[in-house]
């Protein structure tokens, strides 16, 4: 067996102010063979329930952060733009957050955000995006879903994260999703 854990595929999408979600499949894979368990849950409502986060990567990496996002929204007033720039500047000049192995996504009312660790805060051209190991699949998925019908973001996010369960050995079909 390897000893590295694989990512998972996160997918946000925003359709509206009102119907914005992100979801996740429940896998976490160990080297390049062995699925350690199946309903991992990689999404959360964070800052009251105003702000959605997804992670990509190690769980407990993403765990530190998600708490100091939240941290960041607290000190920014909610300000999700202002906290991902606070947060991402942190993680890349921390010595100890540096070696964080996560990518986040962050979604309120009005944005969605993808944050690295490299100090990189990525608004999307669209209002959907999607991480992770099967996240190229996903993405392309919402995209076609997204601008070719009427589906609600939960859908759009439910079947996006199911195809890429088709496609990625990496993303199984446990997903679950957290809407505003």
């Given amino acids: 067996m390897g ?10 999408v925003r359709r509206s102010r009102e119907d914005v ?15 350690m368990k199946h309903k991992a849950k990689k999404i959360r409502k964070i800052y009251d329930g105003t702000v959605l986060t997804g992670f990509a990567g190690s769980v407990a990496d993403a765990f530190t952060l998600t708490e100091k996002f939240e941290k960041k929204l607290e000190e920014h007033g909610g300000n999700l733009k202002r906290a991902a720039v606070a947060l991402a500047q942190m993680w890349r000049s921390d010595n100890a957050l540096r070696k ?3 990518l986040m996504l962050a979604a309120d009312r009005e944005e969605i955000l993808l944050i690295s660790g490299n100090g990189e805060v ?15 699949f996903a993405y392309a998925a919402a995209k076609a879903l997204f601008e070719n019908t009427d589906l609600g973001a939960e859908e759009i996010v439910k079947k996006s994260l199911a195809i890429a369960s088709s496609i990625c050995v990496y993303t199984n079909d446990n997903i679950s999703v957290e809407r505003l």
């Fill in 3 to 12: 000893s590295e854990f694989r990512a998972t595929t996160i997918c946000a």
């Fill in 21 to 35: 979600c992100i979801g996740g499949d429940g896998q976490v894979t160990f080297g390049e063979t062995t699925v």
């Fill in 100 to 102: 964080l192995d996560a």
């Fill in 122 to 136: 990525i608004e999307p051209d669209g209002s959907f995006i999607a991480i992770g190991s099967g996240g190229n």
